[in-house]
């Protein structure tokens, strides 16, 4: 089990912008997809965006053109940048990669959410202000 870390979230005004980070201390990611989740206070977890090993990278509907996944060297971080921020986009956002034994694609994780076995972080809490 590796538990992953999260930084960048804050407060903003709409039409803000946020950077998180995620990582583990001497962990490299190995899964074949990694990427955000986000959940809203009383509403369900719900993908964000999701890369894969080559890069390719997938985004939920509601984010699409605002926000952006990437991959650190070494894929040793993983970052969601996020602009124009929307009051809707208030959530703990958490990182997850699923174990890499489970080979789960991107679309798997935005379309069915992740396996059991996948690896988080404590989340970091982003608020959008109108």
């Known amino acids: 089990q590796v538990e992953l870390v999260e930084s960048g979230g804050g407060s903003v005004q709409a039409g803000g912008s946020l950077r998180l980070s995620c990582g583990a201390p001497?962990?490299?990611?190995?899964?074949?997809?990694i990427g955000w989740f986000r959940q809203a206070a009383g509403k369900e977890r719900e993908g964000v965006a999701f890369?894969?090993?080559?890069?390719?990278?997938t985004y939920a509907d509601s984010v699409k053109g605002r926000f952006t996944i990437a991959q650190g060297s070494g894929r040793q971080t993983l970052y969601l940048q996020m602009s124009n921020l929307k009051p809707e986009d208030t959530a703990i956002y958490y990182c997850?990669?699923?174990?890499?034994?489970?080979?789960?694609?991107?679309?798997?994780?935005?379309?069915?959410?992740?396996?059991?076995?996948?690896?988080w972080g404590q989340g970091t809490q982003v608020t959008v202000s109108s």
């Open positions: 890369i894969d090993e080559r890069g390719s990278a």
């Open positions: 997850a990669a699923p174990a890499p034994s489970l080979w789960t694609a991107c679309d798997d994780l935005l379309r069915r959410g992740p396996p059991d076995q996948t690896y």
């Open positions: 001497g962990y490299t990611f190995s899964s074949v997809c």
